[in-house]
């Protein structure tokens, strides 16, 4: 079993940073992938950024891609989302996920926290 919380969410204006980090618990970590995903109300949930435990190796969704990094700090077993020249559309409940790295299932997921982005 794995346990994710995140924190960090917030309000923030346009242009913007916030780092949101994920507390993760459970055994041998080396063996899951992380990722972050959003939600905005009435739309499905899309992936932003995952990473794996061990591999560092990093994928992000176009919409992100070069404001967004996802980093990994394993002595302190915690994955971070960076979030800098944050626009409106930002706006989500950011969730942390963690997968078997031999399924494509995320089956652990946070609770979530909410960003806010103002215009």
């Known amino acids: 079993q794995v346990q994710l919380v995140e924190s960090g969410g917030g309000l923030v204006q346009t242009g913007g940073s916030l780092r949101l980090p994920c507390a993760v618990s459970?055994?041998?970590?080396?063996?899951?992938?992380m990722g972050w995903f959003r939600q905005t109300p009435g739309k499905e949930r899309e992936i932003v950024a995952r990473?794996?435990?061990?591999?560092?190796?990093?994928y992000y969704a176009n919409s992100v891609k070069g404001r967004f990094t996802i980093s990994r700090d394993n002595a302190k077993n915690t994955v971070y989302l960076q979030m800098n020249s944050l626009k409106p559309e930002d706006t989500a409940v950011y969730f942390c996920?963690?997968?078997?790295?031999?399924?494509?299932?995320?089956?652990?997921w946070g609770q979530g926290t909410q960003v806010t982005v103002s215009s």
């Open positions: 996920a963690a997968r078997l790295l031999v399924t494509t299932t995320y089956n652990f």
């Open positions: 459970g055994r041998t970590l080396s063996n899951y992938g």
């Open positions: 990473i794996t435990w061990s591999g560092g190796n990093t």
